[in-house]
């Protein structure tokens, strides 16, 4: 059974830094197309960042390059999601996703993750 459990969220101060974590179980990390979403109140869920951890590429979303980085601990099989320069707008519930599809379509523009955690709160202050 595949389990996403993200932790981290946290109130912070723009321009302030966060760690967000997402601990994998049920699957073989390396091969699922994994995922970092967030949704703000009365918004669309938008997509952050997608990796396929077995082809070493991540994408993201213009809104967070430069400020936003992907990385992981395989032997853990936790994914991380390092936040800087935090702004008020990347206020929202993150969360994050994996799938068992292609490593084809592992881009930014995935939305059909199978497989979803419960999210956890971002909130950044002016």
């Known amino acids: 059974q595949v389990q996403l459990v993200e932790s981290g969220g946290d109130s912070v101060q723009a321009g302030g830094s966060l760690r967000l974590s997402c601990a994998a179980s049920?699957?073989?990390?390396?091969?699922?197309?994994t995922g970092w979403f967030r949704q703000a109140p009365g918004k669309e869920r938008e997509g952050v960042a997608v990796?396929?951890?077995?082809?070493?590429?991540?994408y993201y979303a213009d809104s967070v390059k430069g400020r936003f980085t992907v990385s992981r601990d395989n032997a853990k099989n936790t994914l991380y999601l390092q936040m800087n320069s935090l702004k008020p707008e990347d206020t929202a519930m993150y969360y994050c996703?994996?799938?068992?599809?292609?490593?084809?379509?592992?881009?930014?523009?995935?939305?059909?993750?199978?497989?979803w955690g419960q999210g956890t709160q971002v909130t950044v202050s002016s």
């Open positions: 996703a994996a799938d068992a599809g292609s490593w084809v379509d592992c881009t930014i523009g995935k939305t059909n993750f199978g497989y």
């Open positions: 049920g699957y073989t990390y390396s091969t699922y197309c």
């Open positions: 990796s396929y951890p077995g082809g070493g590429i991540t």
